[in-house]
Every structure is written in structure tokens, then in C-alpha cells.
């Protein structure tokens, strides 16, 4: 008897916009590894018996997308301390003794994207000011903060859920009205969108752009398109921009070396074949 491949997946509701398999299944074959990578659609009242069912069918761990970025860090057994200070888990690795261990990466490929897109950025340069206060501002705002940024600026549509992220991280993170958040940019170094405005399928991102530096380094978390019209309109003014695939290619990474036992390159091939994909 021969071992089976690994299987791993992802899971979310919905799950047909996940571009996640076809970043997997090109590591796969380009490593010539044997293993499957499965995208599963599952409902909020079947997530902790699918999580518990997963490893006995031989899964070795899931990613984990919208909306069960927060709920699965409740039933995961054990965390790490990134995953606990976020407050939400995209990555889950089933153990051998049975336990869930819950992890998130999200942070790990935000920086990741920004140092090789624009190897000279530093977050301690000056303020970051950031848009939106989700899940995936957590996760950029406590990067950000670990990097050693002075200052981390937040406007959120609903101001309440940004006042939580100053409460969580402290006396660095500064709260701004969403009707000002192109005065926040003022000064800034580095700025970042992390809502899902500009997305495909979703509201255009209404912000003046009149404070923004030149200096500064614009990052959109937005990969649909790949180019959004805020890149576009920072590039103008001589920002330097980049774009939001580079952090879903990264935060990838160390869930496929831990499940498939490869550590693969993130580079211009990788790009180009999930953008062909799509």
C-alpha cells in the first residue's frame, strides 16, 4: 500500500471567486508534486462538523476565505499568537494528534508583496494610513505596527469598527471620520485599501487624492482588477503602486509548504499563469 497524496482546500461562502486553486494546482504541477487542492462551498451551520470531518478523509488543512475567517479561529484548538492578536485565521492545519491549529498569513503576504515590489519601503518611514477596518485590516494594521510604523491611520465607513481596531492595538493607531480620509492621507508614506471598493462587482472608491505624497507607496489589497482605479490614479501623481495579487500569491506560501512539503517561488511565471487562469 502506498500513502495517499496530501489533500488540502479551501473553504468559504461563496467560493467560485477563489483564485486560490488555481495558484495551488500551478505549484503543483510545476514542483511535480501529487496532491489536490479543493475548493468546497459550505454553510455557516455545516462549518464545524466539515472542520472536524476534513482530516478523516485525509485533508492535511484548509485555507480558509469569506465568511468564516473569524468563526473557525472559535473552533481551532490551538492558535498562534499572529492569529490570536488578528482576531481571525485564513490558514488551518490539521495536526497528526488530531487538533486544529489555526494560523493567519494574511499579514505575512501584505509585507511580503510590498518588500519585493518596492524593495527600499520601510514601514517605520513615516505614517500608513489605511482604509477600511475588516478583517484584512487587522491583519495589515498589526503587520504594520510589528514593522515598526510611528503612526497607523484608519477611516472606516462605520467609525465604530474602526474605534475597535485602536482599542485592540493601542496609542500608534489613529481613528478618522470616513468623510476624511483624503485629508488622512496627508503626510502619509504609505496607504493602503483594504475594503472592496474598486473590486469588480462592487462601488467605486470615492476618495480625493489632493493630500496624497508623491513619496508615498499605494497598496490596493484589491486583485480584481489588478490594476484598480485608485493604483491608477495614485500612479498618476507619481506614487509608487502596488497591486494586491502579489499578497494573495504570498500569504499562500506557507500553507502549501506545510501541506505539500515545498516551499514554491512566488515570481513573474506564477503571475502570469494565474492571470491567465482568470
Not at 86 to 98: E, K, S, V, W
Request: net charge negative.
Amino acid at each position: 500500500m502506498t500513502e495517499s497524496p496530501p489533500l488540502a482546500g479551501v473553504i468559504g461562502n461563496p467560493i467560485s471567486h477563489s483564485k486560490s486553486p488555481l495558484l495551488f494546482d500551478y505549484w503543483l504541477r510545476r514542483l511535480d508534486l501529487s496532491g489536490h487542492y479543493v475548493p468546497m462551498h459550505v454553510e455557516r451551520s455545516d462549518l464545524k462538523t466539515v472542520l472536524e470531518a476534513l482530516p478523516k478523509a485525509g485533508f492535511r488543512g484548509v485555507n480558509v476565505t469569506v465568511p468564516f475567517k473569524e468563526e473557525v479561529l472559535g473552533i481551532a484548538d490551538l492558535a498562534t499568537d499572529r492569529a490570536a492578536i488578528i482576531g481571525a485565521a485564513n490558514t488551518l492545519i490539521f495536526r497528526a494528534d488530531g487538533r486544529i491549529h489555526a494560523d493567519n498569513t494574511d499579514g505575512y503576504g501584505f509585507i511580503e508583496n510590498i518588500r519585493n515590489a518596492e524593495p527600499e519601503w520601510t514601514a517605520v518611514d513615516g505614517p500608513s494610513a489605511v482604509l477600511g477596518a475588516g478583517g484584512a485590516a487587522r491583519a495589515v494594521v498589526s503587520t504594520l505596527l510589528e514593522a515598526g510604523a510611528p503612526e497607523v491611520r484608519i477611516a472606516n465607513r462605520t467609525r465604530a469598527r474602526a474605534e475597535r481596531l485602536k482599542s485592540d492595538f493601542g496609542i500608534r493607531v489613529t481613528v478618522w471620520d470616513w468623510t476624511q480620509a483624503g485629508v488622512m492621507m496627508e503626510g502619509a508614506k504609505t496607504v493602503i485599501n483594504t475594503t472592496s471598493l474598486g473590486m469588480v462587482g462592487k462601488g467605486p472608491l470615492k476618495l480625493s487624492l489632493d493630500e496624497l505624497p508623491e513619496s508615498a507607496v499605494v497598496n490596493d489589497i484589491v486583485y480584481a482588477p489588478v490594476e484598480t482605479e485608485l493604483l491608477k490614479r495614485a500612479r498618476s501623481r507619481g506614487c509608487r503602486v502596488v497591486d494586491g495579487l502579489g499578497m494573495l500569491l504570498y500569504q499562500a506560501l506557507p500553507g502549501f509548504e506545510r501541506w505539500f512539503g515545498h516551499r514554491p517561488d512566488v515570481d513573474d511565471d506564477l503571475r502570469n499563469a494565474v492571470l491567465a487562469g482568470w
